[in-house]
């Protein structure tokens, strides 16, 4: 005999929705972040557009607001944690004082075979990557419900699963995201706050130096079954389900959005 004592009944299509949440997206002024925010509103979250510049930010709200969504832009370095106390509080105003779900995305690479890669470049991308999730995270734990609706979705890549030439540093930023969102998975299950990362592959700025290089295009190409790149909005609706009831018993796992790259 079964102990499940949850209930049985469908809930069907709504549980993908996210009316009445709050969502943080940072890094959200371009690219998959930006068809991340955008994504949620159309789920009917109030969402916190973020980014480094905030003309970019003020641009993805101003769509998400002007397609009858609800959203704010803010001005956000994720590197300074005064920046990020105020980024989470700006968010948890949305939603009369709860964020529900936040999104780590905001990121820089700094590429160079590692004889020729320099102290700065290596701590510039560890800082925006780590650092900067370490910061939203930390601040963001006073304010996401124990409801069961809290989500923490980390974005990694590839290069933290496999590693990666000429990128050091960025392979081991996204390694060590996998790492944090394992360790918080483990930690915030007791608030019921589910914590998961995506490792998507998409043509954004982040991947104009691959894509404009002739040769390492095809040879990225060669390693994805789908043989194409994936545009960001093919990429935002798995965030929607990590964020959506429909993921509430998900934690603690890696989901590459890549093609098939990782197997």
């Not at 419900?145 to 930023?173: F, H, K, M, W």
């Not at 991947?207 to 002739?214: G, K, L, P, V």
Request: hydrophobic share 45%; with cysteine; proline share 4%.
């Amino acid at each position: 005999m079964s102990d499940y004592s949850g209930s049985s009944e469908p809930k069907g299509i709504s549980v993908f929705g996210l009316s009445g949440r709050t969502a943080l997206v940072t890094g959200a002024g371009s690219g998959v972040g930006a068809a991340v925010a955008e994504a949620f509103a159309a789920a009917g979250a109030a969402v916190l557009v973020t980014d480094i510049n905030k003309d970019a930010a003020a641009q993805v709200s101003q769509r998400i607001t002007a397609a009858g969504g609800t959203a704010e832009p803010f001005a956000l370095d994720v590197c300074d944690a005064d920046n990020a106390r105020d980024a989470v509080a700006a968010a948890a105003q949305l939603g009369s004082g709860t964020l529900n779900i936040l999104v780590n995305n905001a990121g820089v690479i700094a590429p160079a075979m590692f004889p020729k890669m320099d102290e700065a470049k290596f701590r510039r991308v560890l800082d925006t990557h780590l650092m900067g999730s370490y910061h939203c995270s930390h601040a963001a734990l006073d304010v996401l419900p124990e409801d069961g609706t809290g989500r923490i979705i980390n974005v990694t890549s590839a290069a933290g699963l496999t590693g990666t030439i000429g990128q050091a540093n960025y392979g081991a930023a996204k390694a060590a995201i996998i790492g944090l969102t394992k360790s918080l998975a483990r930690e915030l299950a007791r608030q019921s706050v589910t914590v998961n990362a995506v490792a998507p592959l998409a043509a954004t700025a982040m991947t104009e130096n691959i894509r404009s290089n002739e040769k390492l295009a095809a040879k990225t190409l060669a390693r994805i079954p789908l043989g194409r790149w994936a545009y960001p909005d093919e990429i935002a609706p798995t965030f929607v389900f990590l964020a959506s009831d429909a993921a509430a018993y998900i934690t603690g796992q890696i989901l590459p959005v890549d093609g098939g790259t990782v197997i």
